[in-house]
T-cell receptor
């Protein structure tokens, strides 16, 4: 069972470079999310999507963009990398709220350093 | 606004003993869910246990139980018979059940289990 797959696992970027963090899930979940985790902190929501073609901002969206063209994929785009974006990025997915206590399922994370 | 507070940055416990990790929350929503996740040193987020705000009984999952005190707005995680593999970061999170199901995380508690 693949679950939520994130690529790459590690990446070093130079300031001003761009990149896309990939996320794919094979559980047919409606909802998908991107979080960032800074050292010693909990996770903060960057963007989320409730279905293909529908995305919205979370708590810390500045500097990022997302798209959701299919149910399975939810890529996160960094256009102009800044040192403040050095973090661990987690993608997650879940069923809609009709499923009650179903948890969000997380990928293994992408560790990103901006130098 | 929703808020999760974990006041214990670190906890120590000896193998085979029980340990309680504290979590308090704040919300004005009548319907919400509370989650605990484990993050080992390898970095992945592992779902442990869920408690719904309307659940009458405390949730249990194997060695994990959730001590839910609604009036006190607390949702403490109890790990019984600690094992060395329980050493990890533990995050409490709350999800609103009305509207979009955003997860709000606490800052986490690092648990160290000693032999």
């Amino acid at each position: 069972n693949a679950g939520v797959t994130q690529t790459p696992k590690f990446r070093i970027l130079k300031i001003g470079q761009s990149m896309t963090l990939q996320c794919a899930q094979d559980m047919n979940h409606n909802y998908m999310y991107w979080y960032r985790q800074d050292p010693g902190m909990g996770l903060k929501l960057i963007y989320y999507s409730v279905g293909a073609g529908i995305t919205d901002k979370g708590e810390v969206p500045n500097g990022y963009n997302v798209s959701r063209s299919t149910t399975e994929d939810f890529p996160l785009r960094l256009e102009l990398a800044a040192p403040s974006q050095t973090s661990v990025y987690f993608c997650a997915s879940s069923y809609s709220r009709d499923r009650g206590g179903q948890p969000q399922h997380f990928g293994d994370g992408t560790r990103l350093s901006i130098l | 606004a929703q808020k999760i507070t974990q006041t214990q940055p670190g906890m120590f416990v000896q193998e085979k003993e029980a340990v309680t990790l504290d979590c308090t929350y704040d919300t004005s929503d009548p319907s919400y869910g509370l989650f605990w996740y484990k993050q080992p040193s390898s970095g992945e987020m592992i779902f442990l246990i869920y408690q719904g705000s309307y659940d009458q009984q405390n949730a249990t999952e194997g060695r994990y139980s959730l001590n839910f005190q609604k009036a006190r707005k607390s949702a403490n995680l109890v790990i019984s018979a600690s094992q060395l593999g329980d050493s990890a970061m533990y995050f409490c999170a709350m999800r609103e059940e009305i509207g979009f199901q955003k997860l709000v995380f606490g800052t986490g508690t690092r648990l160290l289990v000693s032999p």
